[in-house]
């Protein structure tokens, strides 16, 4: 902009040298008036114009980009929709796709993604065959993207990539997301398991040789996909039990008590007993959420031999939840000997659920009711009592 203002004074020499001659003989009120005639007024209005021209382009490029969007948001709409109802063969299909790619602007990036937005929000909202989605996929050229994307240097876009992946079930993938297994990232990590545990059809076929710990929010992610893929518990659920991975274990204890299936007295017996704490402790919790009365001698003679607090307070809670007589009468020979103020809270919780009139002095005179016990005994029936 300077550059020409410039360009545009050095060739008007008429004007300067007769300012330039002039000059010693002007006043100061007459140089402001020639400045202001000759450089201040055109340098503004020069300015002017470039910034009017400037923005009457970008609005014409800005207009243009509009309609060749629209033209290609329309032309998507079509292929894609003749193509999820489409009758003839592959090779027709193929032609018509390469046809679209040659009328857009398909080698732009912002076109290729347009494109691939569109196919995946058309599968959200419609409930059609996972092969058909598959194929449009692939005659797109979404496959070379996604296969790129699972060797990006990037996590963030490796993810991408697994997403991808598990959104148009590509089941032929499966190498390169048990080469993801091995990832440094675990993001990353995850989200390939995910998508593994997805595209198996006994959702278990990857969890049974898999090594690492599961975390929390994995387990989550896990039974999410089961319960949703199946109303009736996996055939191969019990074998989770058996596996070598402690995590692996857990998981499978939770989607028992999720699906409401049952354990034998034998499968109780041995996770309630291995060294692991996890293990123990949701298979403590599972007898008490699913009602398993059989389980009754296994805690208390559990409880005999614990170590761990956390793990006694659980076995006296699913106690609670499945005692009987035997378990009164071992409550009873608990409280009389126990120090711990929140294990004797919980033994007092389990009495007065399982026996109410357990405070009655007359039938109980060989425990000492003091006033600790009474005070635990209002707080269990009045948790908001101060």
Known sequence: MYTLFIWVLT??????????????????????LKLLMFVVIPFLFLNVLI???????NHYIHLEILKRKKSVEEATDTILTRLL?????????????????????????????????RIIRIKLNFQLDDDTFLNIYKLFEFEKITYDLLRHKKWHKRSLGIYQLQFMHDVTKKKQLNILLNERNSQVKSNAL????????????????????L??????????????????????????????????????IKLIVLYRAQLSSKQINKLVRLSNFRVRIEAIKAVG????????????????????KKIKINILIS?????????????????????????????????????PSFFEEKRNANINFDEELKSMALHVKDPYLI
């Open 194 to 213: 995910m998508t593994l545990v997805t595209f198996s059809p006994e959702r278990f076929a990857i969890l049974a040789d898999y090594q690492e710990p």
């Open 11 to 32: 060739k008007n020499e008429t004007i300067i040298n007769e300012f330039l001659e002039t000059f010693p003989t002007l006043s100061g009120e007459e140089v402001f």
């Open 85 to 117: 109802f489409w009758k003839g063969s592959f090779e027709e299909m193929r032609v018509a796709v390469e046809e679209f790619k040659y009328a857009v602007p398909y080698k732009k990036k912002w076109c290729r993604q347009f494109v691939l937005n």
């Open 319 to 355: 106690l609670k939840k499945i005692g009987n007589k035997e378990t009164v009468e071992f409550l009873k020979s608990l409280l009389r000997n126990e120090e711990d103020s929140d294990i004797k809270f919980k033994i007092v919780d389990s009495l007065l659920t399982l026996e």
């Open 215 to 252: 975390n929390k929010a994995d387990e989550i992610k896990i039974m999410d996909i089961i319960y949703h893929s199946t109303p009736v518990i996996p055939k191969n659920t019990m074998k989770l039990l058996k596996s070598k991975n402690t995590s692996i274990v857990v998981l499978g």
């Open 51 to 57: 910034v009017t021209i400037t923005l009457l382009i």
């Open 289 to 308: 959420k699913l009602r398993l009365t059989s389980a009754n001698e296994i805690l208390m003679s559990q409880y005999s031999i614990e170590q761990h």
